[in-house]
């Protein structure tokens, strides 16, 4: 069903001296002000691109809180550092604003395993289904979609639709559908997609770093295997996992998620250890892959190109666009409804 994804090479990042690191960030700054620009940093980027955004008054966080935080900014430009589907979604909720990336070749897996012809059959062909789709899809997708779901908010829509009789239609993280599925029991028709960095998390691996670090607790994105979500103290988005960091006790912490979010997480707890849950064992391809190479295309040097070019600029069919606003106004709405002090999805 879904097609097979040929990830990039990670790119190879230059060691930078600190000063030539500051002329770099100089450089961002006046380039962000001059162009009327805020930066938005999904918080696997590289550290250098999340610390631009906070020194700016820019924003760091999950793909929808991103595109949320874009269309409440002044600023006329929005500069998406992340993946392409988080540039769309920026743009579909700030249809007036101008939306740059570093790079647009920073695609997604699960973006690319869903194209919007066969997901369209797919759904054409369970007409009596209500269609959810992960927020990791292209506009296309989302305009095909009733509902748009975070790794957040799966769990309260599957559960709130399943309580209106609502048979559903979900792609394209296999994983993440099915965790909601079995925690809902709500009667699910999965899409089979996936994540290339959270599929290769070895439970097996995984079991023997906890016995040698008994006092670790196991943090857990639910696009994982069912197999690593069952061994997790903690299953959440990537704001959860963060927040974990700080609401419990532990002093070291074991992290099935892309290691970009080390960042925010030593932020969060300087005092506290974070390791990386393994990817080797058997039916591993690499010995480290918890880190997107998608994500690893966006530096300061690709970020500053794109502002002194003005290139690299996200455009969004008006008329898909707003088919996609749709079920992704319907998740802010719900989200907030559900968790009216709360400003995260």
């Not at 069903?1 to 000063?19: D, E, K, R």
């Not at 700054?29 to 162009?35: D, K, M, P, T, V």
């Not at 759904?123 to 305009?143: E, F, I, L, M, W």
């Not at 029991?185 to 070895?202: N, P, T």
Request: charge should be negative.
């Amino acid at each position: 069903m879904a097609p097979t994804i040929t990830p990039p090479t990670i790119p190879q990042t230059p060691t930078l001296s600190p000063a030539e690191k500051a002329l770099l960030f100089d450089r961002a700054r006046s380039l962000l002000a001059e162009r009327d620009a805020v930066l938005l940093a999904h918080y696997y980027t590289d550290a250098d691109l999340q610390t631009l955004a906070e020194e700016t008054g820019g924003f760091v966080g999950d793909s929808l809180e991103m595109a949320r935080f874009g269309r409440q900014h002044e600023a006329n430009t929005i500069i998406v550092a992340g993946v392409r589907f988080m540039g769309e979604t920026a743009k579909i909720l700030s249809p007036e604003k101008r939306v740059l990336m570093p790079d647009l070749n920073a695609d997604c897996s699960l973006d690319l395993g869903c194209p919007v012809d066969a997901f369209s059959a797919f759904c054409d062909a369970h007409p009596d289904r209500t269609v959810v789709v992960y927020a990791n899809t292209s506009a296309g997708v989302k305009a095909r979609a009733d509902w748009v779901a975070t790794s957040s908010s799966a769990l309260a829509i599957i559960k709130h639709l399943d309580e209106q009789g609502e048979k559903i239609l979900w792609g394209p993280d296999r994983f993440l559908g099915a965790y909601a599925q079995r925690k809902t029991r709500a009667d699910m028709l999965l899409w089979q997609g996936s994540c290339i960095v959270h599929e290769q998390f070895k439970a097996d691996a995984l079991r023997s770093l906890m016995r040698k670090h008994p006092e670790a607790a196991v943090l857990v994105h639910p696009e994982s295997p069912p197999d690593v979500i069952d061994l997790a103290n903690v299953v959440g988005s990537t704001t959860a996992l963060i927040n974990a960091v700080t609401e419990m006790p532990n002093s070291t912490f074991i992290v099935a998620t892309d290691v970009g979010i080390f960042h925010k997480m030593r932020q969060r707890a300087p005092e506290k250890t974070f390791m990386a849950a393994p990817t080797m064992g058997e039916g591993a391809t690499c010995e480290s892959c918890a880190c997107c190479p998608w994500m690893a295309m966006n530096s300061l040097d690709s970020l500053i190109s794109a502002l002194e070019a003005g290139h690299n600029e996200i455009h969004v069919d008006e008329a898909i666009r707003q088919r996609a606003v749709v079920p992704l106004d319907r998740l802010l709405a719900f989200t907030k409804l559900s968790n009216p002090r709360k400003n995260t999805a």
